[in-house]
C-alpha cells in the first residue's frame, strides 16, 4: 500500500489542497514538508503526539521533515479552536519555551542540516519574522490578503461573536509567511497541519502563488476527539504533558489504558506504527472478549514505549498489575508517590476516622448510607485489604509508609487515591 492510502486507511487525512497532486508529492523521495507547534508551554502534551508520530511516518517513507516552532507566532496567539483570546506571553518566557521544546523533540527527531542524510532540520520562526517591518508586513503581504477571505476562515467566523483583536486576526499572514519563506528557502513545498488549521494553511498557499506564482500543497490532520465529542488530551488533573516531571510515566500509561472502548482502535490506527493487519486482529480480539482491554493495554505499551521508553513501559505495567491484583503493599514509597501526584484527594487531618465518614469525605461515595452499603456488600478495599465491619476506624498510622496514603477500590475498578494532609 502507498503512503497516501496507507495514511487514509489509518482514517490520517483529513483535508488535501489537491488530492492527486498530494499524494504524488508523498510518493517523492526526499520531498520537503513541515508541521508547526506553538511554544505555549515548556512541553508538549498527548494532543501533539499525533503531528509527532505523523512526521515519523513521513520520515520512515523517505520524506524530508521540517519542524517549525513558532517562536514568532507564538508571541501573537492563534485564534483557532479558541472562543477568547489567548494571554500573550512575552519574549523571554517564549524563548525558553522555544528552547525546552526543541530539547524535547529532539528525544523523537535527530536534528541538523539537509546536507546531513538522515536529520531533520529545526526552525524557528522568530528567526525571520522579526526581521520584517510593520510597513514591510502591510505592503509586501497584507496586500495579498482580502478581508472577505480572512473573515470567512472558519478559526475567525468562529470568534465573531466573542470578538478576535486585529493581533488574534493577523495570525494567519505570520503562518503564510512561513510557508513562503520555506518553500522559497528550502523546496519545501507542502505544509501539514490539523484540521483546525486549514484556514491559516490554505491563506500559505495563497500567498505563495501570489508572490512567487507557485503551488504550495497542504494536508490536514482530524481533530482528535473523546466518544463524547470533547477534545482528546486531558484527563482528570488537567492536560496529559509528555514531561515525565509534569506528568509520570504511570499516569501518561493509565490515560492510554483507559481511553473508551469505542475509541481504542481508532485511537491504535491514528497513533501507533503497528500494522493495519495487527490492528485489526486486536479489534477481532476486542470484539470477542472486551474485559481484557487488550487494545488499550497494547495502545498504552506503545505510547509510553514511544514518548518514555522500555523502562518506563516495565515500570507502568508492574505498578498497574500490584494496584490490579490488590498488591498495594509491594510498591515502594516512590511508586505510590509517583501514583498519587496530580491525582490525589487531600483531607483534612483527623486522630481517626469512622470508615463511613472516611469514605464520604475522601469523595469515594456520596452518602453515609452508600458507605455503610458497600462495606456490608464487602465492596470497598484499602490498601489491598477488605474493609468488612463498620465498626473499621481509619487511622493515619495505618496509611502506606505511615504518610498518609491510602489506595482505595470500590467495586472492581473504582480506584480512589487518597492523602491525610
Given at each position: 500500500m502507498d503512503l497516501f492510502n496507507e495514511l487514509k486507511e489509518r482514517g490520517l487525512v483529513f483535508q488535501t489542497s489537491k488530492e492527486e497532486a498530494v499524494k504524488e508529492y508523498l510518493s517523492m523521495k526526499g520531498g520537503k514538508f513541515y508541521i508547526g507547534f506553538d511554544p505555549t508551554a515548556e512541553s508538549l502534551h498527548v494532543g501533539s503526539l499525533l503531528p509527532i508520530v505523523f512526521i515519523k511516518r513521513l520520515e520512515q517513507a523517505g520524506l524530508k521533515p521540517i519542524v517549525l516552532v513558532g517562536g514568532a507566532t507564538g508571541l501573537i496567539g492563534d485564534p483557532s479552536g479558541r472562543s477568547q483570546e489567548r494571554n500573550l506571553l512575552d519574549l523571554k518566557t517564549v524563548g525558553k519555551n522555544v528552547c525546552a521544546l526543541k530539547k524535547q523533540l529532539s528525544r523523537f527527531f535527530d536534528f541538523g542540516h539537509f546536507c546531513c542524510d538522515g536529520k531533520v532540520l529545526f526552525v524557528d520562526n522568530y528567526d525571520w519574522i522579526k526581521k520584517i517591518s510593520f510597513i514591510e508586513v502591510l505592503r509586501d503581504f497584507g496586500k495579498h490578503f482580502t478581508l472577505n477571505e480572512m473573515i470567512s476562515k472558519e478559526s475567525v467566523q468562529k470568534r465573531m461573536v466573542t470578538g478576535i483583536s486585529f493581533t488574534e486576526f493577523t495570525y494567519m499572514i505570520l503562518q503564510s509567511i512561513d510557508f513562503l519563506n520555506l518553500y522559497q528557502k528550502y523546496n519545501c513545498k507542502m505544509q501539514v497541519g490539523g484540521s483546525d488549521q486549514w484556514g491559516n494553511m490554505t491563506a500559505g498557499i495563497e500567498l505563495i502563488r501570489k508572490k512567487i506564482g507557485k503551488e504550495g500543497l497542504v494536508l490536514s490532520m482530524p481533530l482528535v476527539t473523546k466518544s463524547d465529542g470533547t477534545k482528546f488530551g486531558k484527563s482528570e488533573g488537567g492536560a496529559v504533558w509528555l514531561d515525565a516531571k509534569l506528568t509520570s510515566p504511570y499516569q501518561f500509561y493509565q490515560f492510554?489504558?483507559?481511553?473508551?472502548?469505542?475509541?481504542?482502535?481508532?485511537?491504535?490506527?491514528?497513533?501507533?506504527?503497528?500494522?493495519?493487519?495487527?490492528?485489526?486482529?486486536?479489534?477481532?480480539?476486542?470484539?470477542?472478549?472486551?474485559?481484557k482491554r487488550e487494545a488499550q493495554k497494547t495502545l498504552a505499551a506503545e505510547m509510553t514505549r514511544f514518548v518514555h521508553g522500555d523502562v518506563a513501559v516495565a515500570h507502568a505495567e508492574d505498578i498497574s498489575q500490584k494496584l490490579f491484583y490488590g498488591k498495594i503493599k509491594e510498591l515502594s514509597r516512590e511508586d505510590v508517590e509517583e501514583i498519587f501526584s496530580g491525582t490525589k484527594k487531600d483531607i483534612k487531618a483527623a486522630a481517626s476516622w469512622p470508615i463511613a465518614d472516611f469514605l464520604v469525605e475522601a469523595g469515594v461515595v456520596g452518602s453515609k448510607r452508600q458507605a455503610r452499603e458497600d462495606v456490608e456488600n464487602k465492596a470497598i478495599e484499602m490498601n489491598g485489604e477488605k474493609i468488612s465491619s463498620l465498626d473499621s476506624v481509619v487511622?493515619?498510622?495505618?496509611?502506606?509508609?505511615?504518610?498518609?496514603?491510602?489506595?482505595?477500590?470500590?467495586?472492581?475498578?473504582?480506584?480512589?487515591?487518597?492523602?491525610?494532609?
Open positions: 492510554w489504558v483507559n481511553v473508551e472502548d469505542t475509541k481504542a482502535i481508532e485511537y491504535l490506527k491514528y497513533y501507533t506504527f503497528l500494522s493495519l493487519d495487527e490492528i485489526k486482529r486486536l479489534e477481532e480480539a476486542v470484539a470477542k472478549e472486551p474485559q487511622k493515619k498510622e495505618d496509611s502506606l509508609f505511615g504518610a498518609g496514603f491510602f489506595v482505595v477500590k470500590r467495586g472492581k475498578k473504582d480506584y480512589h487515591f487518597v492523602k491525610i494532609l
